[in-house]
């Protein structure tokens, strides 16, 4: 299938979901250690194309996140690939000097093949595509989505749990600003047989756009606020994903204290979940999780950041080279 | 020829531009999709000698420029060559502990084949010249100059109106510290029969320095305020140049408030413009040109930011691996 | 001999040193014209293992030092490795926004084979290392230790005088903060017969632990406070290294004032030292060895930092593809 921008997280069905997995897991082979000679040809494949010249990826992140950028750009020199990149565009570029998004893009995508756009506005990536003449994918588009979040959310549930059907997910954090969350529900939305549980403070409450796409769409949802509440859940799900109260989101410091540790989940809250179930979180942690949840076998956060790459991989490689899958 | 310090747009003559052009063209090659095995080789013969490693860029920018940065490191690796760069080295790098760039561009030159170097103040690029074991190639010196945006742009003019001799030009906008406008007006004051129109508020009128060095070379040019005179100027121009009014070249809010906003080139203007005449920019763009004004097959400038890949393509090319074209 | 982490000059003992200026030397080709078939096949085999894909390099720097970053980025890409990097990551990552140095590096060695970590911490090299799933290269932890540094200039010396026993090396500057001095010092206290002289402003000595270290070890040094004593130990020294007062480890400017300027190396010393003497700085400079010096055959520092690649790439090679040296 032929993807070309990655704007949000809806527009992934089941057939591409498939094979956007299929080709994450192939993609481990690159960090296989004593390939096999057939694994060896089998990675030579899976690079992107460089004749005449290799492909090159524009990071444009208006935004700081060292932990996206680097996986994006360790998923395209994995692949051969090349990569242009600034950390700070909002603060170092043009922007500052007044240029518009549009003609920023206009002028990247013709020193790029491919660009991976990080902004602090919602609905940026996809103002961006509209001037772009290359793809682009939407790295985070302030609280709206971060759709590359959500398949490697989504890949590692399945990597871990064998499905992505037939799933009862509890959210907890900041469920307003945290569009990890956004992109994860709108994608677990197209799933079948999925329950979702939402657990967050008053002023970080799930925005309600999202839940009218769920009732829209018949799908069952509960939200919880009390401790007490959330220990059902705890025992009930089959994943527990937990996102950090974003700071940087608040415009007023008393507000971010009233949410900021009302929910920790530490020991005394994975002893209650089931053996079979996953913890979540898309990091950076603060403290929402207690380090002492690290060790726990459930405890899957930094396998799903090693996911990222890839994801982002499989992603790459399907939007810049597809005739060599 | 061999190139070696890129440093001022005045030291291009006929014979060097020529070459430049010519290699700038075939540069394209690169983002050709279907090529012919001849192309194909002929790219191969175009990129940079790899053995027994790559050649290494560094990119020394105290100034922020992402588009700048961008383009000379998409030409790079486009060329297989490799990149080391700061996008902000004023705030992270040695000078901010007070080192001179004698000594930063010492230790550089250590580590890189070629330096590219954006500096805040003029004459920086000669001065680093001085101390550098590889070439420098001068991507803007504050308000000084900035050749290779001026070789871009005189490429675009022949690629646009197939010829870089008999032209009439109008400049618009801040030619007091607009770098390009100073680097362009050098390099076409060495090209037969060309005729200047300089049209600014007048806190940013263009340097006494520049006027004399065209009066000594009785090159004719025309200083215009008004509106009307403008309206003329339209009718007849072939280029017209449009430059942003740089408010962080001012001190004073009042004086860029003075000078921003005076002249916006819209709709109105372009019609009354030849219909093979071009409207040029070497951006980013804040309101100066309207947006309107985009669609019309004469504005070329996201064209002209295109051709600066291609351009410094050619002159890494050149000053790199001459033995190789 | 296999390197894992890079933590500390005194991890370095004879046999190991012996090997990376070994390799070291060989590094060097990289950078001669006229190779011949045999040095061409040598260079083929120092480069790093790029199957089944290239190895990758992490620079995490949380404080800026474009210097430090270049020659580890230019000796990774010499070498045929690819590297992904941050320039501020205090500022532009997760750190922003809470997260632990250990969360940081379990996800960054999810996307590198090799992590190098500039911070402004002591102990944070030794911190990253217990989470760290790939090795961790201290690239200067706050005022601890700066490994690499002391390896290229202990290098140098050898380059230099042929030797890396038998010698009297006199430290000048801020030898509390300085913690390039404080590696050397580790590093020189396992050679043999070597004396110190350390000379430094009250506020800005050697500190007590070190000191300590080498009465246990019973090293000979001496501290010197006047002027009398520097003109004593600079026509006996073989090594006058000098450092910056670093400006920003003082929380007082007062405290800076003391200390700036009270040092400062000019012709008139230069002239009392041995002909076959030499005088380091691990740069940047800012104004305490005289400019006039810079031309003296004595004053070494800029090969001293050009130095820095070559040690770099052996540390590389011998840490990510040690099978192939």
Not at 156 to 180: P, Q, S
Not at 198 to 220: D, G, M, R, S, T
């Amino acid at each position: 299938m032929k993807l070309t921008h990655i704007l949000e997280a809806r527009q992934f069905k089941d057939a591409i979901l498939r094979e956007i997995f299929s080709l994450a897991d192939e993609m481990k082979l690159f960090d296989k250690t004593n390939l096999t000679e057939k694994e060896r040809k089998r990675c030579h494949k899976l690079k992107l194309s460089s004749q005449p010249r290799k492909k090159i990826m524009a990071c444009l992140f208006y935004e700081p996140s060292t932990r996206t950028r680097f996986s994006f750009e360790s998923a395209m020199k994995t692949l051969g690939g090349e990569v242009i990149s600034t950390e700070s565009a909002g603060m170092f570029s043009s922007a500052a000097k007044g240029e518009s998004l549009a003609d920023t893009v206009r002028v990247v995508s013709g020193y790029a093949d491919v660009i991976v756009l990080r902004h602090n506005k919602e609905g940026s990536a996809k103002e961006a595509a509209r001037y772009s003449r290359v793809p682009i994918i939407n790295a985070g588009d302030g609280p709206g989505e971060h759709p590359t979040q959500a398949l490697l959310d989504l890949y590692t549930i399945n990597d871990e749990l064998k499905r992505i059907d037939d799933l009862k997910i509890a959210f907890v954090g900041d469920l307003k600003y945290g569009r990890t969350v956004h992109s994860l529900v709108y994608l677990l939305a197209n799933r079948k047989n999925v329950e979702f549980y939402f657990i967050a403070p008053q002023p970080v409450k799930l925005p309600e756009e999202i839940k009218n796409y769920l009732l829209e769409k018949n799908i069952k949802f509960t939200e919880i606020e009390n401790e007490e509440g959330l220990e059902i859940v705890l025992r009930n799900c089959d994943v527990l994903y937990v996102t950090r109260i974003q700071k940087e989101r608040f415009e007023n410091e008393k507000e971010y204290e009233k949410c900021h540790g009302v929910y920790i989940i530490d020991s005394r809250h994975v002893c209650l979940m089931k053996k079979n179930s996953i913890i979540m979180h898309p990091l950076p942690r603060v403290d929402e999780i207690s380090i002492a949840v690290d060790d726990d076998p459930r405890a899957v956060y930094f396998r799903q950041a090693a996911n990222g790459k890839y994801i982002r991989m499989a992603l790459l490689k399907m939007i810049l080279d597809p005739e060599n899958i």
